[in-house]
């Protein structure tokens, strides 16, 4: 098994307390993990409603599922693919309905104080006409560019989590970095 040290016990010794029925440990995974899963539901589904119920099912389904959880890889890497799965299966079913935006947190102001509210507004619309880009991307093309570019997994563990080779993985990049680009390139053009 993948050791993974979150807090004061291994994530991996919860992890053998709750396949053997310890519905605590399973709630402390749930209470270390709850924050990045919800954020890769909410970089999935773009709505905050729909990923708390992302959320919660994608626990639910680990739950249901730690007895086949082998340890081959990360509890969070197991977690999140999860989570994939169910936002995928969200989106199914809600047909691409239109969904309200992601409210956007202020802008922070820099250290040096140099944001002026002029470069504070371009920020805020090139973010969101990046959360429209993202949007607009296929699943698999999105999900490539949010666990990479958002948060930060490397080729060989998307590879892993999408049952594709690493060049695979890279290529997917490649190609979504670049429909991204041709999307954003005519708004921030000056």
Known sequence: ???????????????????????????????????????????????????????????????????????????????????????????????????????????PEPADGGLTPERAGESVALRDDLEEALRALPDDARTVVVLKDVHGWSHGEIAEHLGITVTAAKVRLHRARKQLRSMLWPKIRP
């Open 1 to 107: 098994m993948t050791v993974e040290r979150v807090g004061t016990v291994e994530t991996g010794a919860l992890v053998a307390q709750a396949q053997a029925g310890d519905a605590r440990a399973f709630g402390e995974l749930m209470t270390r993990h709850r924050a990045e899963v919800y954020a890769v539901a909410l970089r999935m589904v773009a709505d905050r409603e729909m990923a708390a119920d992302v959320t919660q099912e994608a626990f639910v389904r680990a739950w249901r599922g730690l007895p086949r959880f082998r340890g081959e890889s990360r509890f969070s890497t197991w977690i999140h693919r999860i989570a994939i799965n169910v936002s995928l299966d969200h989106r199914k079913r809600k047909n691409r309905e239109r969904t309200t935006p992601i409210d956007h947190p202020s802008v």
